[in-house]
């Protein structure tokens, strides 16, 4: 029986690397941590009723940042890993096993888990108030997106402890992904985690359309709407298109894994090259998919703090929708070396190209926005100037790539690692942490320390160039990707070590904002005005953070930039806009079948990952009688009373 | 739903209030929001079995000298669960006429017998995967019969799911009648139905009649 037990354990559990052990020791220590303190000082109601049932999409985005931030924490630490192991390749720091997983998992994490998700908590707080609606338009499964995005990132990350990571790269082609390639479990943990929190996003995509189209205060037009609002749209657009494509392919790589099918297998008449088309069908997209929101927030930025209009508004409409439009005709730019043919690969590198010029027009917009304004220089504002050129450089080195015959020369080396990182962090992330530093004030009601976030900054900025220059030359080197060692006489190893250095101060970057956030709370000061940066559009004209029903009268627009122009007048002394009588504000309840439903598809999940039906069915079986019992649930929402609304009200706004 | 009936509905899921105009009572919005929801999310379905045609189609001719579909499909029970799918799909939108009617007991009468074809193409679709792995075909044989039972099967999957749906939203309307929210609710499934007639249409003409004849 206990060599039952034990025979099971060394199975279950990761074993025989003292760095994952020290990860499970850790872990199960902050588990019981967490725990302790949740009973100790009675809080699991309070966690229930306020977070985990929740529809707010305020207290959802913020549920979302803080797993992304905890999930960069943990892709950093991949990256810094791999960054050792490569600055000291004699050492075998990371054998090449356990550096497959580490590159797979950071790169698995740093898009689907950490991008994906502080993009959607950016969409949820951001896109209501800046409408001027209540919530957005199916807060129930808003809700449910979130908790799918959670489990199967827990699912995904499970695997480092349990079972195995995956370790055939962040795409998983096959055939190294077959059962005959990755013989254990880590790809089926790869399959499950993604797949359910893929589901989440597409279903996150939908909600945002019908929010951006139907729920826009009176007098909004869709001309009218603030850039951020209709880069998300763009965005939702893209993903309503590409996602289906990732549930597919996820979908037929389980089917030759569980079931013996032979879709991408190499034998039985499969075509792995399918796969990969059919990956990157959904994967370019994706990168766009993830860059739109943060175009929309530099553009929000640049006119917020150059205190003018946003240059070329409809130009920028444009682009982001031609963006959006033409990033699904570009996939085959990842693969000129399929073999085929000439004329296939020069219409994708023609449209890859062109791509380019929207994005181009984009930059001189901002530019011309900045031009003659009267700039401020504010933490949000430094992170959109310094991206400027960092995303030049890294669009230009892309036109480079899609150069077909120069690709075949440039194809999986360095160059193109440092590339999608300069557009990746240069453009996501930079604008990512320049949205969240503008409206943090507006999440939490005070403001982030300045002097602690410029030290981040400079931290992030230098630490950039010094980790990814290194590697464009690298690349023309010829220092291939997923290699974890080489010969001292390649002559890498200087830059390699320059480049550790880098990704070091990156870390040390993070740091710096852990700090900035943690300062900021224990000296909290709350904001006494809900306008945080005299700003302009309509999220700036409640009380910071915003009241549950956000606004107690919907606001009626008649300009682009609202709020702005109301404060205008009423400068200039003419009449505010009259004030309508309040009235009871529809509200959606509280729920727990999202979080419940999850949990059922994370059981079904981990059951499928072991094969073992006991977990499977009733995972399932949950699945739909979750669906059937909200089905027949008429009961999913109340009205605040307009004695409510007035004492709230006049709370939030008597500290004035 | 444009017309929604005018009985007011007790409880409705929904929260924007007021938005878009006078009314603040935001039912009329909050149902037909839902319906364009429903329209985007057979978008994204579109797209999903867009993937799968394509897979069927790149794998078509990858039979790995195993059997093909020509030899073993026989073509009279998919002629007959075609048209009784196609059937299902004209007593549903009847099942819709019966409820602009204000009539319950048709409508819920018109869902049963939708239902019912809709089981019984359930039932053919089983019968024919059965024989086909009795003939010797079963999804691990070569890559077109991996893309035909997952092309074929999705669809399946989607009407079976559809006739869950279909027999709780019989439950709800016995028990509450034709309500704003109800009729909405009929209204997308009929919607979905529809659907997947559509896409059968193509798994007929593209698997089956270029495929098998």
Same mark, same amino acid.
């Given at each position: 029986?206990?060599?039952?037990?034990k025979?099971?354990?060394?199975?279950?559990?990761?074993?025989?690397?003292?760095?994952?052990?020290?990860?499970?020791?850790?872990?199960?220590?902050?588990?019981?941590?967490?725990?302790f303190?949740?009973?100790?000082?009675?809080?699991?109601?309070?966690?229930?009723?306020?977070?985990?049932?929740?529809?707010?999409?305020?207290?959802?985005?913020i549920m979302?940042?803080?797993?992304?931030?905890?999930?960069?924490f943990?892709?950093g630490?991949?990256?810094?890993?791999?960054?050792?192991?490569?600055?000291?390749?004699?050492?075998?720091?990371?054998?090449?096993?356990h550096?497959?997983?580490?590159?797979?998992? &950071?790169?698995?994490?740093?898009?689907?888990?950490?991008a994906?998700?502080?993009?959607?908590?950016?969409?949820?707080?951001?896109?209501?108030?800046?409408?001027?609606a209540?919530?957005?338009a199916?807060p129930?499964l808003? %809700?449910?997106?979130?908790?799918?995005?959670?489990?199967?990132?827990?699912?995904? $990350?499970? %695997?480092?402890?349990?079972?195995?990571? #995956?370790?055939?790269?962040?795409?998983?082609?096959?055939p190294?992904?077959?059962?005959?390639g %990755?013989?254990?479990?880590?790809?089926?943990?790869?399959?499950?985690?993604?797949?359910i929190?893929?589901i989440g996003?597409l279903?996150?995509?939908?909600?945002?359309?019908?929010?951006?189209?139907?729920m826009?205060?009176?007098?909004?037009?869709?001309?009218?709407?603030?850039?951020?609002v209709?880069?998300?749209?763009s965005?939702?657009?893209?993903?309503?298109?590409a996602?289906?494509?990732?549930?597919?392919?996820?979908?037929?790589l389980?089917?030759?894994?569980?079931?013996?099918?032979?879709?991408?297998?190499?034998?039985?008449?499969?075509?792995?090259?399918?796969?990969?088309?059919?990956?990157?069908?959904?994967?370019? @997209?994706e990168?766009?998919?993830?860059?739109?929101?943060?175009?929309?927030?530099?553009s929000?930025?640049?006119?917020?703090?150059?205190?003018?209009?946003?240059?070329?508004?409809?130009?920028?409409?444009?682009?982001?929708?031609?963006?959006?439009?033409?990033?699904?005709?570009?996939?085959? &730019? &990842?693969?000129?070396?399929?073999g085929?043919?000439?004329?296939? $690969?020069a219409?994708f590198?023609?449209?890859?190209m062109?791509?380019?010029? @929207? =994005?181009?027009?984009?930059?001189?917009?901002?530019?011309?926005?900045?031009?003659?304004?009267?700039? =401020?220089?504010?933490? @949000?504002m430094?992170?959109?100037?310094?991206?400027i050129?960092?995303?030049?450089v890294g669009?230009?080195?892309?036109?480079?790539l899609?150069?077909?015959?120069?690709?075949?020369?440039?194809?999986?080396?360095y160059f193109?690692?440092?590339?999608?990182?300069?557009?990746?962090i240069?453009?996501?992330v930079?604008?990512?942490?320049?949205?969240l530093?503008?409206? /943090?004030?507006?999440?939490?009601?005070?403001?982030l320390?300045?002097?602690?976030?410029?030290?981040?900054?400079?931290f992030?900025n230098?630490?950039f160039?010094?980790?990814?220059m290194?590697?464009y030359?690298?690349?023309l080197?010829?220092?291939?990707?997923?290699?974890n060692?080489?010969?001292?006489?390649?002559?890498?190893?200087?830059?390699?070590?320059?480049?550790?250095?880098?990704?070091?101060?990156m870390?040390?970057?993070?740091i710096?904002?852990?700090w900035?956030?943690? &300062?900021?709370?224990k000296f909290?000061?709350?904001e006494?005005?809900g306008d945080?940066?005299?700003?302009?559009?309509?999220?700036w %004209?409640?009380?910071?953070p915003?009241?549950?029903y956000?606004?107690?009268?919907?606001?009626?627009?008649?300009?682009q930039?609202?709020?702005?122009?109301?404060?205008q007048?009423?400068?200039?002394g003419e009449?505010?806009?009259?004030?309508? @009588?309040?009235? #009871?504000?529809?509200?959606?309840? $509280?729920?727990?079948?999202?979080?419940?439903?999850?949990?059922?598809?994370?059981?079904?999940?981990?059951?499928?990952?072991?094969? /073992?039906?006991?977990?499977?069915?009733?995972?399932?079986?949950?699945?739909?009688?979750?669906m059937?019992?909200?089905?027949?649930?008429?009961?999913?929402?109340?009205?605040?009373?307009?004695d409510?609304?007035?004492?709230?009200?006049?709370?939030?706004?008597?500290t004035k | 739903?444009?017309n929604?009936? *005018?009985?007011?509905?007790?409880?409705?899921?929904?929260?924007g209030?007021g938005?878009?105009?006078?009314?603040?009572?935001?039912?009329? !919005?909050?149902?037909?929001?839902k319906?364009?929801g429903?329209?985007?999310?057979?978008?994204?379905?579109?797209?999903?079995?867009?993937?799968?045609?394509?897979?069927?189609?790149?794998?078509?001719?990858?039979?790995?000298?195993?059997?093909?579909?020509?030899?073993l499909?026989?073509?009279?029970?998919?002629?007959?669960?075609?048209?009784?799918?196609?059937?299902? *799909?004209?007593?549903?939108?009847i099942?819709?006429?019966?409820?602009?009617?204000g009539?319950?007991?048709?409508l819920?009468?018109?869902?049963?017998?939708?239902a019912?074809?809709?089981?019984?193409?359930?039932?053919l679709?089983?019968?024919?995967?059965?024989?086909?792995?009795?003939?010797?075909?079963?999804?691990?044989? *070569?890559?077109?019969w991996?893309?035909?039972?997952?092309?074929?099967?999705?669809?399946?999957?989607?009407?079976?799911?559809?006739?869950v749906?279909?027999?709780?939203l019989?439950?709800?309307?016995r028990?509450?009648?034709?309500?704003?929210?109800?009729?909405?609710k009929?209204?997308?499934? *009929?919607?979905?139905?529809?659907?997947l !007639?559509?896409?059968?249409?193509?798994?007929?003409?593209?698997?089956?009649l270029?495929?098998?004849?």
């Amino acid at each position: 029986m206990l060599d039952k037990i034990k025979d099971f354990a060394s199975e279950f559990f990761v074993t025989g690397d003292p760095l994952i052990l020290g990860a499970q020791v850790s872990i199960a220590l902050s588990l019981v941590a967490i725990l302790f303190v949740l009973t100790y000082f009675k809080k699991w109601k309070w966690l229930w009723t306020e977070w985990l049932t929740s529809v707010d999409h305020k207290k959802i985005g913020i549920m979302y940042i803080i797993a992304s931030i905890l999930m960069l924490f943990r892709g950093g630490v991949d990256a810094l890993l791999m960054r050792v192991q490569l600055a000291v390749p004699e050492v075998e720091f990371l054998n090449a096993e356990h550096y497959n997983q580490i590159f797979t998992t &950071h790169g698995v994490i740093m898009i689907l888990f950490m991008a994906m998700p502080l993009m959607f908590g950016l969409f949820n707080i951001v896109v209501p108030l800046q409408i001027g609606a209540r919530d957005v338009a199916f807060p129930f499964l808003n %809700s449910l997106s979130f908790w799918m995005f959670f489990f199967g990132a827990m699912l995904f $990350n499970v %695997s480092f402890i349990i079972g195995g990571s #995956p370790d055939a790269g962040w795409l998983a082609y096959p055939p190294l992904s077959q059962l005959s390639g %990755s013989p254990g479990l880590g790809q089926d943990f790869y399959i499950w985690g993604i797949q359910i929190s893929g589901i989440g996003s597409l279903a996150t995509g939908i909600n945002f359309v019908v929010t951006i189209l139907k729920m826009r205060a009176p007098g909004m037009k869709l001309m009218q709407m603030p850039m951020f609002v209709w880069s998300v749209l763009s965005s939702c657009i893209t993903i309503m298109f590409a996602f289906p494509i990732l549930t597919v392919t996820l979908f037929l790589l389980f089917l030759d894994r569980y079931l013996g099918a032979h879709f991408f297998t190499l034998d039985g008449g499969g075509n792995p090259m399918m796969y990969i088309n059919l990956i990157w069908m959904w994967g370019h @997209p994706e990168v766009y998919i993830v860059i739109l929101p943060a175009f929309g927030i530099f553009s929000e930025i640049v006119s917020a703090f150059s205190k003018k209009k946003l240059f070329g508004y409809k130009s920028m409409v444009f682009a982001l929708m031609s963006i959006s439009f033409f990033s699904f005709f570009t996939w085959a &730019h &990842h693969f000129f070396t399929m073999g085929s043919g000439a004329n296939v $690969n020069a219409f994708f590198a023609l449209t890859t190209m062109l791509i380019a010029i @929207p =994005t181009g027009v984009k930059v001189f917009n901002w530019l011309f926005t900045m031009y003659r304004g009267r700039i =401020t220089f504010p933490t @949000p504002m430094m992170w959109t100037v310094a991206f400027i050129p960092c995303f030049v450089v890294g669009g230009m080195t892309g036109v480079l790539l899609s150069v077909a015959p120069a690709d075949f020369q440039f194809h999986n080396s360095y160059f193109l690692i440092a590339h999608f990182h300069q557009v990746l962090i240069g453009g996501v992330v930079f604008g990512y942490f320049a949205g969240l530093y503008y409206w /943090w004030p507006k999440m939490f009601g005070f403001r982030l320390h300045e002097g602690l976030g410029k030290w981040a900054f400079w931290f992030w900025n230098i630490g950039f160039y010094v980790c990814f220059m290194p590697q464009y030359a690298l690349g023309l080197m010829g220092m291939t990707r997923r290699v974890n060692e080489y010969n001292f006489d390649m002559g890498w190893q200087p830059l390699n070590v320059i480049s550790t250095v880098g990704a070091f101060l990156m870390g040390a970057a993070f740091i710096f904002q852990v700090w900035q956030i943690a &300062h900021s709370i224990k000296f909290y000061k709350k904001e006494k005005d809900g306008d945080a940066w005299d700003g302009r559009t309509l999220e700036w %004209s409640i009380p910071s953070p915003a009241p549950l029903y956000n606004f107690a009268r919907l606001p009626q627009v008649t300009h682009q930039d609202d709020w702005w122009e109301e404060k205008q007048r009423i400068t200039a002394g003419e009449p505010a806009k009259p004030l309508a @009588p309040l009235e #009871p504000i529809h509200m959606p309840k $509280n729920s727990g079948i999202p979080f419940i439903m999850s949990v059922c598809w994370f059981t079904a999940g981990f059951g499928f990952v072991w094969d /073992w039906k006991w977990m499977i069915i009733p995972g399932l079986i949950g699945v739909a009688v979750c669906m059937l019992i909200r089905s027949f649930s008429y009961d999913t929402d109340y009205y605040i009373p307009v004695d409510e609304i007035e004492r709230t009200e006049a709370a939030l706004r008597g500290t004035k | 739903m444009a017309n929604a009936v *005018s009985t007011p509905a007790g409880a409705h899921g929904g929260h924007g209030a007021g938005h878009g105009g006078g009314h603040h009572d935001g039912h009329h !919005d909050q149902e037909s929001m839902k319906t364009f929801g429903f329209w985007l999310f057979l978008i994204t379905d579109v797209i999903l079995f867009g993937t799968l045609f394509a897979t069927f189609v790149v794998l078509r001719l990858n039979t790995d000298g195993g059997p093909t579909g020509a030899e073993l499909i026989e073509m009279n029970g998919i002629i007959i669960s075609t048209f009784i799918l196609l059937t299902s *799909s004209f007593t549903s939108g009847i099942a819709v006429l019966e409820m602009n009617k204000g009539n319950k007991r048709g409508l819920i009468l018109w869902l049963a017998i939708t239902a019912l074809l809709g089981a019984s193409f359930i039932y053919l679709e089983v019968t024919e995967f059965i024989h086909l792995v009795h003939e010797g075909a079963n999804i691990g044989t *070569s890559a077109y019969w991996s893309a035909f039972f997952t092309l074929v099967g999705t669809h399946g999957l989607h009407v079976s799911v559809g006739l869950v749906w279909m027999i709780a939203l019989m439950l709800q309307l016995r028990r509450r009648g034709i309500t704003p929210v109800t009729k909405r609710k009929v209204n997308i499934i *009929s919607l979905y139905w529809h659907f997947l !007639d559509v896409v059968w249409i193509f798994v007929f003409t593209i698997v089956y009649l270029m495929g098998v004849m």
